[in-house]
């Protein structure tokens, strides 16, 4: 399954110039594991890192100018870093299979004299087949709508052959949401369905107990107001393995038995929860924020077919502390980098659940005197390792201040 190397962005609120693993031109950097987790304090920047993933998301979905203004991000003018004239830039390295050479994505987003957003420039490169130093050639270029695309799986830029004028005739929307459902364009129609298919999480344990009309759904949404519809095609698609997954989440959740569905006589699905010493179930509609919160969760990763990216803002969130390191060894235990595996992309701030991270999987993300963020891996700090080699738990050692920035 595809997974993020490295990402960069750029002049997007508090991230004035961050970069999480390794780039096209920094092969020496160890690239981001299946498991990624940023940690830091209250006003870091962990939500704007977690909405620069959703922003480029956006983009794809809605086009730019539209992407700036949902989720209450207040347009352009509120976006871009302040104090700087440049585009919003996002750098994404990628491989949709371990064994396939990296690609890079490049988009840069500015602002016409009217204050609208659109495309500055867009590109997608690669490395020739069997080449591992140099320069990435472009297969796709669009720059203020006007560029080119190079079609196949291995023709490059300056193999005219291959080359297809491109010009758009919105420069709000994203070149790759156009030539990547083109059949001639496999590499950018990769890509796209790779943008499209992430999944970040923005379920409220209000929206989990809303009533939903009975209908099997393959997958849980980012709000988590479909469970049930989920647990009711898991049931009719996975008959094999559909009890051995409740099961297992079951058993881990306090005090939950068993769950399953039942369909009321207007058509709208509950989701039960039997807990141990009562008789008759319980409802989502009675069940406790954590409770509901820590069954997505599990639901989410127990998906047959998952998201190749997941990403969660704050799990911890009306969550038991002696759950956070069960939480957190779920999520790696389903981000192990293997074939239909997803990346799971986490932000914390709860030292329980830091405790169950590695160095290299953990990131600390704070705010300069500048005002804006800077970031860098705990691995990187040798009195860490050490420390966490003799067994100190890494949340430990971020409660007692040792993963600031004075001991980087």
């Not at 962990?46 to 347009?75: I, P, W």
């Not at 500048?370 to 890494?394: C, H, K, N, W, Y």
């Amino acid at each position: 399954m595809a997974m993020i190397e490295g990402f960069r962005v750029r002049n997007y609120r508090a991230l004035k110039d961050i970069t999480i693993g390794r780039l096209w031109n920094q092969q020496n950097t160890p690239p981001l594991t299946p498991l990624v987790a940023v940690i830091g304090k209250n006003g870091a920047g962990k939500s704007t890192l977690f909405d620069a993933f959703g922003f480029l998301s956006d983009c794809l979905a809605v086009g730019v100018e539209e992407a700036c203004d949902l989720k209450q991000r207040g347009g352009f003018g509120r976006l871009v870093s302040s104090g700087v004239k440049d585009a919003i830039h996002f750098d994404v390295y990628y491989r949709e299979t371990p064994g396939d050479r990296p690609i890079t994505y490049e988009l840069s987003i500015s602002s016409d004299r009217s204050g609208r957003p659109f495309v500055a420039e867009e590109r997608l490169r690669q490395r020739r087949k069997g080449q591992n130093r140099g320069w990435p050639l472009s297969f796709l270029h669009i720059k203020g709508g006007e560029g080119s695309a190079w079609a196949g799986e291995e023709s490059f830029e300056g193999e005219e052959a291959g080359r297809i004028p491109v010009e758009l005739t919105d420069r709000r929307r994203l070149g790759i949401a156009t030539l990547g459902t083109l059949k001639s364009h496999p590499r950018i129609a990769k890509f796209r369905r790779f943008l499209e298919t992430w999944y970040l999480s923005y379920f409220t344990p209000d929206a989990a107990r809303s009533l939903p009309m009975a209908g099997p759904q393959k997958h849980l949404n980012m709000h988590g107001d479909n469970l049930g519809n989920v647990v009711q095609f898991m049931e009719r698609e996975h008959k094999d393995r559909f009890q051995a997954i409740l099961t297992r989440i079951a058993s881990k959740i306090p005090g939950v038995d068993k769950i399953d569905t039942k369909k009321t006589d207007d058509g709208r699905l509950l989701l039960r929860f039997n807990d141990r010493g009562f008789q008759d179930p319980f409802f989502a509609q009675q069940m406790s924020d954590g409770t509901l919160k820590m069954f997505a969760y599990m639901l989410l990763l127990e998906d047959p077919d998952p998201a190749p990216f997941i990403c969660i803002e704050e799990p911890e969130n009306g969550l038991y502390h002696k759950l956070l390191e069960t939480l957190a060894s779920e999520f790696r235990s389903h981000a192990t980098g293997r074939k239909n595996a997803p990346q799971i992309f986490v932000t914390t701030h709860q030292p329980y659940f830091v405790d169950a991270l590695r160095p290299e999987e953990t990131w600390v993300l704070e705010k300069g005197s500048d005002g804006f963020s800077a970031i860098r891996r705990a691995s990187t700090d040798p009195i860490v390792q050490s420390m966490v080699q003799e067994g100190m738990p890494l949340g430990s050692l971020w409660y007692s201040d040792y993963l600031d920035a004075r001991s980087a």
